[in-house]
Nanobody, 115 residues
């Protein structure tokens, strides 16, 4: 079992920034895949960014150039730096991990972009 705990959500104005954190209960380098998804009200959950153990990183087109994923292996933590936020970025953001054939999700953290 892997527990994922997100933090860092909140409410900011358009153009602002937030940094989300995802603390994992196990070594993150043991994960096959880690990343972030989001779900806006009335919409399906969608991929924001993921990275794999092979070293590849994939960003959704709508966040390219604005969001950056990073990791701190010593802290077993993955970060999502979000800049130039837009109202359409409003959603619950979920940390995701896959280890072997098992998928794990955090509880989600709310991000609200509003003036």
């Amino acid at each position: 079992q892997v527990q994922l705990v997100e933090s860092g959500g909140g409410s900011v104005q358009p153009g602002g920034s937030l940094r989300l954190s995802c603390a994992a209960s196990k070594n993150i380098y043991s994960m096959n895949t880690m990343g972030w998804y989001r779900q806006a009200p009335g919409k399906q959950r969608e991929l924001v960014v993921v990275f794999t153990s092979s070293g590849s990183t994939s960003y959704a087109d709508f966040v390219k150039g604005r969001f950056t994923i990073s990791r701190d292996n010593a802290k077993n933590t993955v970060y999502l730096q979000m800049n130039s936020l837009k109202p359409e970025d409003t959603a619950v953001y979920y940390c995701y991990a896959k280890q072997l054939l098992q998928n794990y999700w955090g509880q989600g953290t709310q991000v609200t972009i509003s003036s």
